[in-house]
């Protein structure tokens, strides 16, 4: 008999003989004279598990596939038979060559945390190690999955390379200093922070003997030493591929990254993590209008790659998790994303506001929209997917490329950024054209108190054949969340880093 997986053997023509292995859905048993029992097998390769018909004449239907419980693991051989309905089964009949043989036993069953009822999130939260067992958190493994091989895909398709940027920099891309710090340095007994004069002999010993043992800092009144830390200098997780991958832009043309990335932002909201991964794409002598073509484009197959490789997934998440995904997807796939510049979205705004429309945060020029500004231009001023254009540049980062003052009619000096807003989440891509003019670089790296000395490489890209290049950063966990329609992004990961948790 031919081993098949239970998402082939769904297809395999009648009267095929096969073997299938997975885990037991449940069972159920008939009042067939003799037994009967029906098993719903799956092996996670699609939604839908596979019925065993496993009747009682099975040397050991008594001794233990009527004692088979939620998950025990089992290897299964029969013939494919079709379905009153019109659908495929196994038979498992012994005179054709049947056989149930049970792999796995699930210990005590009635407390295997993963019970055939609904759960709640928070429950599955409790349990992550086993979540991925039920039907919600199997499909979202598998459209996970989906993503990240059609992400591959397009930009192979498009001649861009993939590069492998650093997890541990000493650079903070944002600007924003909410960085993990990397260090073997033993910080746990700092000196009191005095005066050389009012320093104890004791407390000078101690200092001294400290800054003698490996992995000790140079405690100086309080502050560390980091030339004595491992990398010789103060480093942490990186928040963004994006400078380094630029540093292979200005090579290779046409290059990606797609890593995990780290915030330590002590948030508890259902959209944010301290451990979440990036697709950030890099094009060189682009403008912003064409990264904004990318990312359209991007979104785009994005879409289409899970509603035609997993439609029983997306009919899943249609039908529990969000009434009307599918028509939502359908749309933003179907219908061009209008530009905007982010000065007249502030006009349109205010204008609402003034017609009576509630925000609970206010609407200014220079502000930051929130996610209830993005929801209400793109679900219901345009009904459609808008892409903000030309940010104010008190807003943004400093690598973003200065417009010429006036640019959109702004009132103040703005930047050549992008945000791309779709129904149902707002904010799905942050991008940006790249200053590529040292002068200006330099001067907004200033501006924003960064130490320009720690920039000396990214510097270099614009002293050495320096070109107009452009890219974006699409958070994957956010995109699996407009994907699926889940509303936490704790539960589109495996294993959710957040503040005071980092089980499993």
């Known amino acids: 008999m031919a081993w098949l997986r239970v998402v082939d053997a769904l297809k395999a023509e009648v009267g095929t003989k096969v073997t299938v292995k997975g885990w037991i859905r449940t069972r159920r048993d008939s009042k067939a004279e003799g037994g009967l029992s029906f098993l719903n097998v799956h092996d996670g390769t699609c939604f839908d598990p596979i019925q065993v018909v496993c009747p009682g004449s099975l040397s050991n239907y008594a001794s233990e596939i009527s004692k088979l419980t939620t998950h025990c693991s089992v290897e299964c051989d029969g013939t494919i038979v079709a379905t009153p309905k019109g659908g495929k089964e196994i038979s498992a009949d012994p005179a054709n060559g049947g056989a149930v043989r049970v792999i796995g036993w699930v210990d005590d069953p009635d407390h295997y945390p993963i019970q055939p009822k609904q759960h709640t999130m928070e429950f599955l939260r409790e349990n992550a190690h086993l979540r991925v067992r039920t039907n919600t958190f199997g499909a979202v493994a598998r459209i996970r999955h989906t993503l990240s091989m059609a992400m591959h895909r397009f930009y192979h398709e498009r001649g861009f390379f993939y590069v492998h940027t650093p997890i541990i920099t000493a650079s903070d891309c944002e600007g924003a200093g909410q960085m993990f710090r990397v260090s073997t340095l033993d910080l746990m007994r700092p000196l009191p922070r005095v005066a050389p004069e009012q320093e104890s002999a004791e407390a000078k010993k101690l200092r001294e003997e400290f800054s003698k043992k490996p992995n000790m800092p140079a405690w100086t009144y309080g502050q560390v030493d980091h030339c004595k830390d491992f990398f010789g200098k103060e480093a942490h997780l990186t928040v963004s591929g994006q400078l380094n991958v630029e540093t292979y832009c200005t090579a290779l043309s046409r290059v990606y990254t797609f890593g995990p990335t780290f915030r330590a932002e002590n948030s508890n909201t259902s959209r944010h993590l301290a451990e979440f991964w990036m697709i950030e794409p890099e094009i060189a002598f682009a403008d912003l209008q064409a990264d904004s073509e990318l990312a359209e484009d991007f979104i785009k197959y994005l879409i289409n790659a899970c509603l035609t490789e997993r439609a029983d997934d997306m009919k899943f998440f249609d039908e529990r998790i969000e009434k009307g995904l599918l028509t939502r997807l359908g749309h933003v796939l179907n219908t061009p994303f209008r530009r905007l510049p982010y ?83 707002g904010e799905i891509i942050g991008g940006s054209q790249r200053e590529e003019r040292l002068d200006v670089l330099d001067a907004r790296i200033t501006e924003m108190g960064l130490p320009i000395k720690e920039y000396w490489w990214y510097r270099d890209l614009r002293r050495y054949g320096t070109v107009p290049h452009a890219g974006f950063g699409l958070g994957f966990e956010r995109a699996m969340m407009f994907i699926t329609g889940m509303g936490n992004v704790r539960d589109v990961i495996p294993f959710p880093r957040t503040p005071g948790s980092a089980e499993f």
């Open 343 to 425: 000065t007249e979205a502030i006009k349109i705004l205010e204008k609402a506001i003034a017609g009576g429309k509630k925000f609970e945060y206010p609407v200014k020029w220079g502000i930051d929209l929130q996610s209830e500004h993005e929801r209400f231009l793109t679900e219901e001023h345009f009904k459609q997917p808008v892409i903000l254009m030309n940010y104010p540049k008190q807003i943004k980062a400093f690598y973003m490329r200065l417009n010429p003052p006036g640019t959109d009619g702004a009132p103040g000096d703005t930047v050549a950024a992008m945000d791309v807003l779709v129904p149902g989440v």
